[in-house]
């Protein structure tokens, strides 16, 4: 099955126009790239010709070269362009096409179409303007991609830690679908006051995790609770092999009025260090303990939003 969707798949910074990158976005194997004037490609990371991925080869001018045999295939439409050593007389056959995918740029984020023909969405909305330091990262984690998604509702604490934070286990209010994303927003504290969560009674800080319904783009806000932002990170996931998960994310911090933080926080972002970590291992024993609770509607969402993998390749 194929969440049919733009999917965030890469970094925009880590695609560029000298080495194809590899990545595998919810199961799919692609080689993504630049040409010169910086626009991004996506094709099927394999060669037409013997199988190799093409993401062992180069990018050159007029399109990426496998690194076997030196064919070389258009970014825009997968055609083979030219194959060394052909005789004037000969032209390249159609059929040496690799699959192309269709590339859109948004958030930071080089999205690709996975699923049947054309994109019927339109590409996700441009909701992430960072200002001042920002912070990036990748990584592979060892837990199903839809596990993931389910936990960033149910225990984000499991995935994702921000400095000086304990995140409880209050909801504030229940999921909401907005944007094709359930939204939960969850209470937190800083880890610093006195009385264990248990006692508190208000909670000065709002965890807010949109999980998407499609494709694999997650937001977390850590917000105070007038709802003004402190952090925002946005998380590009998908299912890579073997039951693990590729993720890769970027956040920030917006300019806002942090006299009332711990100084924990307030040196960290003085050093620009990250004040969050988006984790790359999961501890098998808190995952296993976390209620599935929000998570469910959400498994119900998503397997709605399924078409069989047969009708997209
Ligand atoms: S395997 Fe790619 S050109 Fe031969």
């Known amino acids: 099955m194929v969440n049919s969707a733009w999917w965030a798949s890469a970094l925009s910074e880590a695609v560029n126009n000298e080495k194809p990158l590899a990545v ?15 626009q991004a490609f996506a094709l099927e990371d394999r060669c037409p010709h013997r199988r190799v991925p093409l993401s062992l080869g180069c990018v050159i001018e007029s399109g990426i070269q496998c690194g076997y045999h030196g064919w070389t295939f258009d970014g825009a439409s997968g055609a083979c362009t030219t194959i060394p050593n052909l005789h004037a007389n000969e ?8 699959r192309p995918y269709p590339v859109a740029e948004r958030n930071g984020f080089v999205h690709v179409w996975l699923g049947e023909g054309e994109p019927n969405e339109s590409v996700p909305a441009a909701t992430y303007q960072p200002e001042g330091c920002e912070y990036t990262g990748a990584g592979t984690i060892s837990i199903l991609h839809e596990e993931y998604l389910a936990a960033m509702l149910d225990g984000p604490h499991c995935l994702i830690s921000f400095d000086a934070v304990k995140m409880t286990d209050f ?18 504290v800083w880890s610093t006051r006195v009385l264990p969560p248990q006692f508190v009674v208000d909670y000065p800080l ?18 105070t609770e007038q709802e003004a932002p402190l952090c925002t990170v946005l998380i590009a996931s998908g299912a890579n092999r073997r039951g ?49 609770a929000p998570s469910r509607d959400l498994a119900r969402l998503r397997d709605s939003s399924l078409i069989p993998l047969r009708a997209a390749v």
Request: aromatic residues 6%.
């Open 244 to 292: 693990t998960t590729s993720i890769c994310w970027r956040g920030f911090l917006p300019q806002s009025d942090v006299s009332h933080v711990p100084l924990r926080w307030r040196v960290a972002r003085k050093m620009k260090r990250p004040p969050f970590r988006v984790h790359t291992q999961v501890d098998g024993k808190l995952l296993a303990a976390l209620l599935e």
């Open 91 to 98: 032209r390249v056959p159609a059929r040496y096409a690799a």
């Open 206 to 223: 709002i965890v807010r995790t949109s999980v998407p319904v499609r494709g694999g783009d997650i937001r977390v806000d850590l917000l």
């Open 171 to 188: 909801f504030l209010g229940d999921p909401r679908l907005q944007d094709d994303h359930l939204v939960l927003d969850r209470g937190a």
């Open 24 to 38: 595998v976005c919810n199961g799919e194997e692609l080689a993504l790239f630049r040409d010169g004037q910086g």
